[in-house]
């Protein structure tokens, strides 16, 4: 009976741990860290992947997998906040934009970390969050909406090209230090991109333009997560309410 009831946590333990593998394989995510503070962890990685499925072969991150998780960090008592790390090319503008809605409407404290590349509809994504962070060796692409595949040739396709590209526009000009006339220069610049047109900013760059608000590494992101939580009101481990 004993031996039943030690080999009871012991077989919990792994099936938790085999529960958090699945998560990571499969989600890209952790759902809490085990930090001072709860933290789920969320992974933004590859191509955003939409209404459409990408080639076989190809890293994604699908949009649908992704809704449910930030549904429960809104909901879950026990996340006190969310750390999403971005290494994207970018995808879906649609998906990207509403993923990115989703992440700017949490009202727990939110952090975004650009390792990597956070480009063309990742850069929503990278300044959705309160605090957005990026290391030095990151990029991102600022350039116009693109679409792959056949279109109409009829003014009303261009009209649809430009509302969507000012909600990007206006979505990056409400959640960051830049302004929509500088987004516009640096997407429409000509001469960097040889095939194309726009910008591309390093980790330095992309602060110095207040796109980013802060140079910095995981650490930095945890520590800002960390004392958002207690200035909110979370304890550390340990602490008691109330207690001086």
């Not at 759902?31 to 990685?45: D, E, N, Y």
């Not at 850069?123 to 309160?130: D, E, F, N």
């Amino acid at each position: 009976m004993n031996q039943q009831k030690n080999d009871a946590p012991a077989s919990e333990a792994v099936e938790a741990a085999r529960l958090e593998k699945e998560e990571i394989e499969d989600f890209g995510s952790v759902l809490c860290t085990r930090g001072p503070h709860a933290i789920h962890c969320l992974t933004v990685i590859g191509q955003i992947e939409g209404h459409v499925e990408a080639p076989q072969g190809q890293k994604t991150t699908k949009y649908e997998h992704v809704i449910p998780q930030l549904v429960a960090v809104q909901e879950d008592p026990r996340i006190e906040g969310l750390l999403v790390l971005l290494n994207t090319v970018g995808g879906d503008v649609e998906a990207g934009l509403a993923l990115a809605e989703l992440i700017a409407s949490i009202s727990k404290p939110c952090a975004t970390l650009v390792l990597g590349g956070g480009h063309s509809i990742g850069i929503p994504l990278a300044v959705s969050a309160q605090r957005s962070f990026i290391v030095p060796t990151a990029t991102m692409t600022v350039h116009p909406v693109r679409h792959s595949g056949m279109i109409l040739g009829v003014p009303q396709t261009m009209r649809w090209f430009e509302q969507m590209q000012e909600r990007i526009t206006g979505f990056v000009a409400r959640h960051s230090g830049m302004s929509e006339k500088r987004f516009t220069e640096l997407m429409l610049h000509t001469g960097e991109l040889v095939m194309d047109m726009g910008t591309v900013l390093d980790g330095r760059h992309a602060v110095r333009e207040k796109l980013i608000d802060e140079l910095g590494g995981l650490s930095d992101a945890l520590q800002w997560l960390y004392r958002e939580i207690e200035k909110r009101g979370g304890e550390k481990p340990g602490e008691e309410a109330g207690k001086d």
